[in-house]
């Protein structure tokens, strides 16, 4: 069964660094990779859309890799700034038969001004 | 606009009722899922469907039942069986593996409905 781990749990840096968040996933079998963006109370935002045949995808100041074989997938935040504080998920879609997304338990950001 | 809308925002139970939540969709996708957030657990699959009268349980359906009448509908109830149901509810919908050329193949999420017990 897949599993999706993301590290860390929470994440506490100051306004303007460079950080990166980690998502690991056990099954190398994956359809895509996708990162989302929750701010408290609210649904999720995707931030990117990483397909299988894929290595990287960037959207402003993000950037997302996907290392399929060793399983991996990093997203990177260039400059942080106070409002990107959230909670950012990694979920996997498995390859084959529409199995549903399966999620990580999320980093909490938080960036201090 | 497309999207999913998703509806009470907010929503109270008294212990032994059932109570349904909404999620409707424009964005002509086939597939459509429940999830339930818990603090510190993520995000688990309650039900999903991927075609008009046809749905298959996820990891916590226990307590729970859906109906798929329409493509654009995928209502939620929350049974009195289900012991603990005080959460945070999404709903979410996509395209089918198959049909990628279609448009996104990503997940589309609703702003979530908060279930309380009162």
């Known amino acids: 069964k897949q599993e999706v781990t993301q590290i860390p749990a929470a994440l506490s840096v100051p306004e303007g660094e460079n950080l990166v968040l980690n998502c690991s996933f056990t099954?190398?079998?994956?359809?895509?990779l996708q990162w989302f963006r929750q701010d408290p109370g609210k649904g999720l935002t995707s931030l990117l859309l990483?397909?299988?045949?894929?290595r990287e995808q960037t959207s402003g100041r993000l950037n997302a890799s996907l290392d399929k074989s060793s399983g991996r997938s990093t997203l990177y935040i260039a400059a942080s700034q106070p409002g990107d504080s959230a909670t950012y998920l990694c979920?996997?879609?498995?390859?084959?038969?529409?199995?549903?997304?399966?999620f990580g338990k999320g980093t909490r950001l938080s960036v201090i001004a | 606009d497309g999207g999913i809308t998703q509806s009470p925002k907010y929503l109270f139970r008294k212990e032994g009722q059932n109570v349904t939540l909404s999620c409707e969709q424009n964005?002509?996708?086939?597939?459509m899922y429940w999830y339930r957030q818990d603090p510190g657990q993520g995000l688990r699959l309650i039900y999903y469907?991927?075609?008009?009268?046809?749905?298959q349980k996820g990891d916590i359906a226990e307590g729970y039942s859906v109906s798929r009448e329409k493509k654009e509908s995928f209502p939620l109830t929350v049974t009195s069986a289900q012991k603990n149901p005080t959460a945070f509810y999404l709903c979410?919908?996509?395209?089918?593996?198959?049909?990628?050329?279609?448009?996104?193949?990503?997940?589309?999420f609703g702003s979530g409905t908060r279930l309380t017990i009162v």
């Open positions: 979410a919908s996509s395209i089918v593996d198959g049909r990628a050329q279609e448009g996104y193949y990503g997940y589309t």
């Open positions: 099954d190398s079998a994956i359809y895509n």
């Open positions: 990483i397909q299988s045949s894929q």
């Open positions: 979920a996997v879609r498995p390859q084959g038969g529409n199995t549903p997304l399966v």
């Open positions: 964005l002509n996708h086939d597939a």
């Open positions: 469907s991927q075609i008009v009268n046809d749905f």
